[in-house]
């Protein structure tokens, strides 16, 4: 089993930047693709980010693509998404995923494909 415990939401107005962090225990060496997913306000969930173990494979949703960048600290059992140039229309909770499977690309993007998933934080931007 894997716990995921995300972390570093808040209000920033727009144009502003935060930090979201996922803390990963537990198995975590079973878990080699980490994800990062958001749910806005009466939308469905939708992908964000993927990272692979190895912190070679990254892929981004259309959306975020030259604003936010997703790491992990292997060593710290730690993921992150840095998400710069913040928009009203990133507010939404933001919930961290690990997949037991090495996915990358297109398929990292499927929820149906994450088997862990952490209890979420909300990021608010004010225009």
């Known amino acids: 089993q894997v716990q995921l415990v995300e972390s570093g939401g808040g209000l920033v107005q727009a144009g502003g930047s935060l930090r979201l962090s996922c803390a990963a225990s537990g198995r975590t060496y079973s878990s080699p693709t980490m994800g990062w997913f958001r749910r806005a306000p009466g939308k469905e969930r939708e992908f964000v980010a993927s990272?692979?173990?190895?912190?070679?494979?990254?892929y981004y949703a259309d959306s975020v693509k030259g604003r936010f960048t997703v790491s992990r600290d292997n060593a710290k059992n730690t993921g992150y998404l840095q998400m710069n140039s913040l928009k009203p229309e990133d507010t939404a909770v933001y919930y961290c995923a690990a997949a037991r499977a090495t996915i990358s690309g297109l398929l990292s993007a499927d929820e149906n494909r994450y088997d862990y998933w952490g209890q979420g934080t909300q990021v608010t931007v004010s225009s």
């Open positions: 990272i692979s173990w190895s912190n070679i494979s990254t």
